[in-house]
Nanobody, 121 residues
Framework: QVRPVESGGGLVQAGGSLRLSCAAS????????VGWFRQAPGKQRDFVAR???????DYADSVKGRFTISRDNAKNTVYLQMNGLKPGDTAVYYC???????????????WGQGTQVTVSS
């Protein structure tokens, strides 16, 4: 079972920064991508950023230029550096690992439990 574990959330003032981490534990054969998503109270879960196995990245328009996704393969960890935070960024942030647990198995998404990010005005 693959279990992403998020950390690094907290309370920060508008304009501040936080760095979220996603560490994947468990056995996984290959990872296609790792993504960050967020869900504010009463809203749907939205895409924030993604890094693929080839290192390419995607960002939601709302975070482009402020957030940066990166990875440390040696630590099996993906980071989300969030700068210039706004109250509208307040949400629970989830990490999702897309991968295969063995050769030929289905490509599945594995979700973490989430970490709360609160930005005060």
């Amino acid at each position: 079972q693959v279990r992403p574990v998020e950390s690094g959330g907290g309370l920060v003032q508008a304009g501040g920064s936080l760095r979220l981490s996603c560490a994947a534990s468990g056995s996984i054969f290959s990872i296609a991508a790792v993504g960050w998503f967020r869900q504010a109270p009463g809203k749907q879960r939205d895409f924030v950023a993604r890094i693929r196995s080839d290192g390419s990245t995607d960002y939601a328009d709302s975070v482009k230029g402020r957030f940066t996704i990166s990875r440390d393969n040696a630590k099996n960890t993906v980071y989300l550096q969030m700068n210039g935070l706004k109250p509208g960024d307040t949400a629970v942030y989830y990490c999702a690992v897309t991968g295969r647990v063995r050769v030929g198995s289905a490509l599945l998404d594995y979700w973490g439990q989430g970490t709360q990010v609160t930005v005060s005005s």
